[in-house]
């Protein structure tokens, strides 16, 4: 069998780990890549080395493939527990039988002495197996429920080889996750993510889309309600009459008047980062001055979320409210404990806490999005026709809880679970099935095609199902179980028996495989890394029967913009994709919601009046997959490293503007600009007039020299050798003058940033590492190449500020700026190169080159070199505080910068 290019490495990285001493090893490979093959060919060595191989994965799917791979590979394999085969595959559920559950609680013991006596037979065979090699594949569920007593049973097996196998990238870990894992497996032996296996060719190429929705009206009527309550409360919080020390009051004492010994800004974003961002937030709306040494950024300038505002309440509540007698700040406690339930937060004696909120149900059951998913799924079946293969996952089959009372008519009882995504797509399409572990249903026709494909066969199976009409579908009935039917279905959805496969992502994630699998739609409400990484690996599988399949995989989101929490929705789209890269419409790989949609934000949701436009966008995307394979650029090579970018919108024409093609001059090494030509400088008009006519003087005087003598010839002469360099002067002259005039470029900004985060020792290059791209909507985006993510990052943040509205950095560095020059100034600023300034221009030094004298000074170098300098002002200083309290909020650029992780 043929390994592929990750597989091969990985398996080297294991060989040297082995003989370098290693007994644990933990390998990463997307779903997908292989990373079965890779376990199974160290099982093989293993096995011929007199060790026996013990696999435990997660699902009863799971153990039968690694039992039958294994044995397509020669190797002898079992799934019975006495662990007599040379490999053994079992479920992490037959070591964790738990005796009584209330053990625990009772007598504080470990888990291996609550252990089942199966449990506890299983375990002394691992002891008793000899040489071990214990493979634990899809190890990020050790992390989830069974990793504090793998851990108990590792120590008694201190001789055992363990090599983890998992799809969750590190990165998605959390710090207790992490700490387990180095537990369990130690450092990561070899790792890649899905780009890379992308352009390998081991992976389709994919698009991530999203489908924009609102909600029904009987469901935004409702909606409606509830968000006339929170702003009540928000009215009321903004009142001066509220408790003894008002809400805006607090908020000014809290972050802007500081009292001394207070802790400083930096110290509060550090510690209370939340709070530090709803604080801005607020800034933003107008409510609360910007705090001394706060840096607006893309995070901040929009008003602030539901989650803003509790934690802005919660400060207030902690720090004042609940350690007040005053009966003012009592009755502002309980107006704020009467307001919060209804989005879904309450009040308690340790603070505000967060539940599940009736709006989050609303707009994640919204019965737009099973509208939605029909509409998906017409625009996919015009794009793919008869090879059409599209997965509809949901969190269940079937709304197993009770409506709320008042969500009574408001939504439907069984809205958002696969039974209703049935119903619906039953409507208007035949070749529709839904597979549960409990349920098979669609059509009466697309049913009897079912049981006539299983009787090809298995003729007694088919001989006992029945098609069970009812009121939107029927079911097939009979004596068979999931373990059963979810084979055939998936053999008759990839054969075209059925086109569209509703089902649950507890079935239809991990362990699924089918290979011809075109796209998804996600009606989910998981964000952990565990579903999202196998949801969407489910259609990333390359299809042998075509070799140029390209996934295409929709989210649907439901958005209330009315209500404060209304993009709850939304923010589950963000989390789902965090950490995670695609390619965007330019080609890059970023990762985020940024690959989805160029304009798409972390922090926000898009307006509703835009929302036609975005899936109109999403459409064209999706239909064009040739384009969609050409953006990953499938073959050409790769580092495998992430680093961040940020990307500068003009917000008018000619802010910050650069034509595309100019290169900086001088030119350093690996500095570049994607684009066209670079432009040539000419002589402007007047020069022109001018040069022309002086030299028609020194032609005229040359003709009559030629009459007068040697002194006439020699006059002529030189007002013609006069004239040239006149107009050369003024042309250059009137060069600087329009570079003075005009804003800086945005590749001398990065230039200058970069060269100064060099010079202070905190990147390892400066600008000679700097690349600029220019996007198709006319934005640049910059970034530092050849460094560490974090150096990466830092030069991201800095660029950030530097093209930011001045906000209150410790230093300010400034620019000449020159009106309009008549003829005389020209010539004089073409002669020396020099002029007095008609004003200055003020821009932000970036924290990372402020917090020292000696670094705004070097700061300071690179930007006289690059930009063209004049001072640098310490705002600490009266004369610079007089500065900053002028300019304070201007924006010189003119432009919005964003920052985005990127791959290459």
């Keep these: 069998m043929r390994l592929r290019v990750h597989q091969q490495r990985a398996l080297d990285a294991l060989g040297a780990a082995w003989a370098a001493g290693r007994e644990r090893a933990w390998v990463v490979l997307p779903p997908g890549a292989g990373k079965t093959l890779v376990g199974l060919e160290t099982a093989r060595d293993a096995i011929a080395d007199g060790a026996k191989v013990v696999v435990l994965s997660p699902n009863t799917a799971i153990q039968g493939q690694w039992r039958r791979q294994a044995s397509a590979l020669g190797l002898s394999a079992s799934t019975a527990r006495d662990l007599r085969a040379p490999l053994t595959s079992l479920t992490y559920q037959s070591v964790a039988v738990f005796g009584d559950p209330d053990d625990e609680e009772e007598t504080g013991e ?77 450092e990561i032996v070899f790792s890649t993510s899905i780009p890379a296996v992308v352009r390998e060719g081991d992976l389709a190429p994919f698009a991530d889309l999203v489908w924009l929705t609102t909600p029904t009206p009987a469901e935004r009527e409702w909606l409606r309600g509830s968000a006339e309550r929170f702003e009540e409360l928000l009215t009321a919080l903004t009142s001066a009459d509220l408790g003894s020390v008002p809400f805006l009051t607090w908020l000014d004492r809290r972050f802007v008047t500081r009292s001394e010994g207070a802790p400083s800004w930096a110290e509060i974003t550090r510690m209370l980062p939340d709070l530090a961002t709803a604080a801005l937030r607020a800034h933003h709306r107008g409510l609360l001055a910007l705090p001394d040494g706060a840096t607006m950024t893309e995070a901040h300038r929009r008003d602030p979320s539901a989650e803003d505002w509790v934690a802005l309440i919660g400060d207030w509540v902690r720090g004042h409210l609940s350690t007040s007698e005053e009966p003012a700040d009592q009755e502002a406690l309980d107006a704020i404990r009467k307001a919060l339930p209804a989005v879904g937060y309450t009040l308690t004696r340790r603070g505000i806490r967060a539940g599940r909120s009736p709006v989050d ?387 001398a900004v990065g230039a200058a940033v970069a060269d100064a985060l060099k010079a202070t020792g905190q990147t390892s290059v400066g600008a000679d590492g700097l690349e600029i791209a220019v996007d198709t909507d006319g934005s640049y985006r910059l970034h530092l190449a050849g460094v560490p993510e974090e150096e990466s990052a830092l030069f991201a943040t800095s660029l950030e500020e530097a093209v930011s509205p001045i906000a209150a950095p410790r230093y300010l560095v400034s620019r000449p700026v020159v009106g309009d020059l008549d003829m005389l100034q020209a010539l004089r600023l073409g002669v020396s190169g020099r002029h007095t300034a008609e004003a200055e221009a003020w821009h932000a030094v970036p924290t990372a080159l402020g917090r020292r004298a000696a670094d705004a000074k070097e700061f300071l170098g690179a930007w006289e070199h690059w930009v063209g300098g004049s001072g640098l002002l310490y705002t600490g200083a009266p004369e610079g505080a007089g500065v900053l309290t002028a300019q304070r909020g201007a924006d010189p650029f003119d432009v919005t910068a964003v920052i985005r992780r990127h791959w290459s």
């Design 361 to 747: 149900r609303v707009l994640a059951r919204s019965e737009a999005k099973t509208t939605a998913t029909s509409a998906i799924v017409d625009h996919e079946r015009l794009a793919h026709g008869d090879s059409l293969r599209l997965l509809v996952v949901t969190d269940h089959e079937r709304a197993s809880a009770t409506l709320p009372m008042d969500l009574r008519g408001v939504i439907a009882e069984q809205a958002g679970s696969a039974r209703a995504v049935l119903a619906t797509l039953c409507r208007s399409h035949d070749d529709v099935l839904l597979v549960t572990g409990s349920t098979v249903a669609g059509p009466s026709a697309t049913l009897e095609a079912l049981v006539a494909f299983i009787a090809e066969t298995n003729a007694s199976l088919a001989d006992g199902l029945t098609v069970e009409p009812g009121e939107d579908y029927a079911t097939l009935t009979g004596r068979w179980r999931s373990r059963q039917w979810v084979g055939h279905v998936t053999r008759f959805f990839e054969a075209g028996g059925c086109r569209v496969l509703v089902g649950t992502r507890g079935l239809l994630g991990e362990g699924w495989d089918a290979r011809s699998v075109t796209g998804i739609v996600d009606l989910t409400a998981a964000t952990t890394a565990t579903a999202v990484v196998q949801l969407r690996g489910r259609s990333l599988r390359t299809d042998p029967e075509r070799s140029d399949k390209v996934a295409v995989n929709w989210t649907v989101v439901c958005v209330d913009e009315d209500h404060p929490r209304g993009d709850n929705d939304w923010k589950r789209l963000v989390r789902k994709h965090l950490g995670y890269f695609g390619a965007d419409e330019d080609g890059s790989i970023v990762d985020g919601v940024g690959h989805i949609d160029e304009s798409f934000s972390p922090y926000a949701a898009p307006l509703e009046s835009d929302f036609d436009a975005v899936n109109a966008r999403m459409v064209a995307r999706s239909e064009d997959r040739a384009a969609i394979r050409e953006r990953w650029r499938v073959g050409e090579p790769y580092a495998d490293v992430a680093g961040r970018t940020v990307r500068v919108r003009l917000r008018r024409a000619g802010a910050l503007r650069v034509p595309a093609g100019v290169v900086l001059a001088p030119r350093p090494p690996g500095f570049r600009l994607l684009g066209g030509k670079v432009p040539e400088w000419r002589l402007p008009a007047k020069g022109v007039l001018a040069a022309a006519g002086l030299l028609s003087l020194g032609l005229l005087v040359a003709l009559v020299a030629g009459v007068g003598g040697p002194v006439s010839v020699l006059v002529g002469v030189v007002l013609v050798v006069w004239a040239l360099w006149t107009a050369n002067v003024y042309r250059d002259g009137t060069r600087i003058g329009s570079q003075l005039r005009r804003r800086p470029t945005v590749g």
């Design 110 to 186: 470990s888990h291996l002495a609550r252990l089942h006596d199966n449990g506890r037979a299983l375990v002394s065979a691992l002891r008793s197996a000899g040489p071990l090699l214990l493979i634990l594949d899809e190890c990020h569920h050790l992390l989830e429920v069974w990793g504090e007593l793998l851990g108990e049973i590792l120590l008694l097996l201190p001789d055992a080889r363990v090599l983890g196998l998992t799809a969750t990238p590190p990165e998605a870990l959390t710090k207790d996750e992490s700490a387990l894992v180095g537990l369990l497996f130690g």
